[in-house]
């Protein structure tokens, strides 16, 4: 397939995506700004496994970077560039959305660039169900309205795939959008609800509930996302999208019950106002990537759980253990 490039390869689900790659013998390039949006130590250290492999190289740069992007696209030759490298949190978002639009639009249209003077033949966008917004229909569909956006970071995720479409259109290269939904697993980041709430519960400290809990999220393991960006390497020619989800959306406060029961510990509630920039529920509609890809997640939300757990405490001080 020749090499594969991978923004934001340090990342949660860019770390694992690369293990994924390298486990099955594919040379790939991680590129990562280290950004100081969570410690970048931890991003380090979520690349460990991928520096055993003799088909791994890593360079640190920033997408928005004319010269630095286009130096190591041209360094390594990549077939297939896999965007995973953005600015990321809803909530973040409304705080600096001049910021996010930088990154995670302008770094965008320059990573495309690159790859239409370097002659890059695929790229993959990693997308979000943010896009959907508060979407009345259910489940969510490809097809659907995503014009609605409720954030600036759900704004910027819809320029990304208009971009890409565009640049598809005008000149050729394969591209496939991937709206991922919640995704969670073992280095998940430390803001997101799962990570977040578990943490504190380990430590016995109240966890921030916002609103009533009847919000809904459809949980997807990082194995199963995986799973999925797998699956559209091989893809060439034309302009897709797909949904990446479990298509089993879980209530906030039923996700709560299951960590509790994970943990072994009753979780205390310190209830605050629904966030403006929430959605109520997503659920994905994840028929097509099942018909075109095989796509079949397989992980439920207590086996889930149970390698989180696991993973915060064996990274944990003895007092959460």
């Known amino acids: 397939m020749g090499t594969i490039f991978v923004t934001g390869g340090a990342g949660f689900i860019g770390s694992h995506l690369c293990e994924a790659l390298l486990a099955r013998g594919e040379r790939l390039v991680a590129y990562d700004s280290f950004d100081d949006f969570y410690d970048p130590v931890v991003k380090k250290r979520n690349l460990e496994k991928c520096r055993d492999f003799s088909g791994f190289d890593m360079i640190e740069g920033d997408i928005r970077d004319t010269e630095a992007i286009d130096t190591a696209v041209r360094c390594c030759e990549p077939e297939t560039i896999v965007h995973l490298a953005a600015r990321v949190g809803v909530r973040a978002s409304i705080k600096e959305s001049m910021l996010f639009k930088d990154v995670n639009v302008s770094g965008t249209a320059q990573l495309l660039d690159t790859s239409r003077r370097r002659g890059v033949i695929r790229f993959i966008f990693s997308s979000s169900s943010s896009v959907y917004g508060n979407n009345q229909k259910i489940p969510f569909a490809e097809a659907d309205p995503v ?89 060439g020619d034309g302009f897709r999208v797909f949904n990446l989800g479990r298509s089993k959306p879980v209530s906030l406060t039923n996700l709560i019950a299951a960590l509790e029961s994970s943990i072994g510990r009753k979780a205390v ?53």
């Open 269 to 321: 509630i310190d209830r605050r106002p629904p966030h403006p920039a929430d959605v109520q529920r997503t659920h994905a509609d994840i028929s097509r990537a099942r018909a075109e890809l095989g796509y079949d997640p397989s992980t439920n939300l207590v086996t889930g759980l149970k390698h989180i757990i696991d993973w915060l405490r064996s990274s944990a001080t003895p007092e959460r253990r």
């Open 147 to 235: 014009g609605n956006p409720t954030s600036p970071y759900a704004a910027t995720k819809h320029a990304g795939e208009l971009l890409c479409r565009t640049h598809q259109h005008r000149y050729g290269i394969g591209v496939t959008c991937l709206r991922l939904f919640t995704v969670y697993g073992p280095r998940l980041r430390p803001d997101l609800a799962i990570h977040k709430f578990a943490r504190l519960m380990l430590d016995g400290v109240p966890i921030p509930v916002f609103g009533d809990g009847t919000t809904r999220r459809d949980y997807t393991y990082v194995a199963d996302i995986v799973d999925g960006f797998l699956r559209v390497l091989h893809l």
